[in-house]
């Protein structure tokens, strides 16, 4: 039975506009006129431009078309998204449980608060990926948890990463998923279960591992399936779109350092000084063909996002709660107050990383309760 989730004001007021803007702006051209008649039209043209594209998008998607079809209206309850409920996520929500044609709303329901009924022998087993540019220290604090709780965790450093940049210049998205990969096999060998967690390009690397190979459970933490899409609109930097001829003029793109007060917050590990513009596209290229095979994983997946994040579109975690064909699709949104470190690293911001490692563990209950154990198998092969 597919489970569905109508967020009723599940996200903070300030992030409803950044999250819709994007996708339904086109009227915004008329803005630039400086007579005050013109102006006024052009707020018009914007919000009606905004609403049309809105309003095709409701009724092309799934969601718009489950939501209208059976009587919800969007309007009364904030926004909507296609995904099933959790437990522990800071946000209010209610669940839309789909059986046919009906749809029934049930507030404050969590999908994953429901205890699993798992053999005591299971062995368990994390993979934990890493991001772009990154290090496995982006997921020490869920490894340290996960450790806690008897789990086997495999949380490798991928190809070319925490070398420099020399190094991971030869590196491709290709390399890192071999590199995911041999942990991944490795990891199966010493466990009866196998879930795989990964943050932003790690995320990925899950989809792509889940495409290949038969996982237990995914979570993808603001996982992207594309860089950036012009329809619906969701271009994190101008830049991005010209990545082809920007590698011929500066293939090492400068950028800022990270502030103290910000990896105080957020603490990472990662070649900070240029983005390497190749390997970026390189992550494109990957990301766009993992999009492409999103129908081919049937693992339970948990993809998480923020509301806010500049950095991986939330559209992303939208895209992959769609395509995918598992039975289990899980999507929540975490909120981040505190801005300085940016709203894109979950698994480290002092906001969030408690509220991922509570999610994890919940998901993880959830799918066991689903499966049968190891004994369970045997009995049924004999």
């Not at 860089?227 to 101008?238: A, D, K, Q, T």
Request: glycine share 8%; hydrophobic share 40%; net charge positive.
């Amino acid at each position: 039975m597919d489970s569905y989730i109508l967020w009723m004001r599940a996200m903070p007021r300030d992030a409803l506009l950044p999250f819709c803007a994007p996708h339904l702006g086109y009227g915004a051209l008329f803005l630039s006129s400086f007579d005050e008649k013109s102006l006024a039209t052009g707020r018009m043209s914007y919000i009606l431009g905004r609403g049309v594209v809105f309003a095709s998008w409701m009724f092309k998607s799934d969601a718009g078309r489950r939501i209208f079809s059976n009587g919800l209206r969007p309007w009364e309850g904030g926004l909507f998204s296609i995904a099933a409920g959790g437990a522990g996520a800071p946000l209010r929500r209610a669940a839309c449980e789909s059986a046919g044609k009906r749809i029934l709303v049930k507030k404050h329901f969590s999908f994953l608060n429901q205890e699993a009924v798992t053999g005591e022998s299971m062995k368990i087993g994390w993979l934990l990926l890493h991001g772009f540019t990154g290090t496995p220290y982006e997921m020490k604090h869920l490894e340290e948890g996960l450790r806690e709780t008897g789990h086997d965790v495999e949380n490798p450093l991928l190809p070319g990463h925490g070398t420099s940049l020399a190094e991971f210049q030869k590196t491709s998205f290709k390399d890192w998923a071999k590199g995911a990969e041999t942990a991944f096999l490795a990891l199966r060998e010493r466990v009866d279960k196998v879930f795989v967690c990964g943050f932003s390009m790690g995320g990925t690397l899950a989809l792509d591992l889940a495409v290949r190979h038969a996982v237990d459970g995914l979570v993808c933490i603001a996982a992207p399936v594309f860089l950036y899409r012009f329809i619906p609109w969701e271009v994190p930097s101008p830049y991005l779109p010209m990545l082809s001829l920007m590698i011929q003029i500066k293939p090492l793109w400068p950028q800022k350092r990270i502030r103290p007060e910000a990896l105080e917050l957020a603490p990472r590990q990662a070649y900070e000084d240029f983005i390497p513009l190749r390997q970026l596209l390189s992550l494109k290229e990957g990301a766009d063909r993992v999009r492409e095979n999103l129908r081919r994983v049937s693992a339970p997946v948990l993809a998480l996002h923020c509301a806010k994040d500049h950095t991986v579109p939330v559209g992303s975690s939208f895209e992959i709660i769609k395509r995918v064909s598992s039975p289990v699709r899980v999507m929540e949104l975490l909120n981040i107050e505190d801005s300085r470190a940016g709203y894109h690293l979950l698994p480290t911001h002092k906001e969030t990383r408690d509220a991922v490692l509570s999610l994890m563990n919940a998901f993880e209950k959830r799918v066991l309760s689903m499966q049968p154990g190891p004994d369970s198998e045997n009995e049924n092969k004999k």
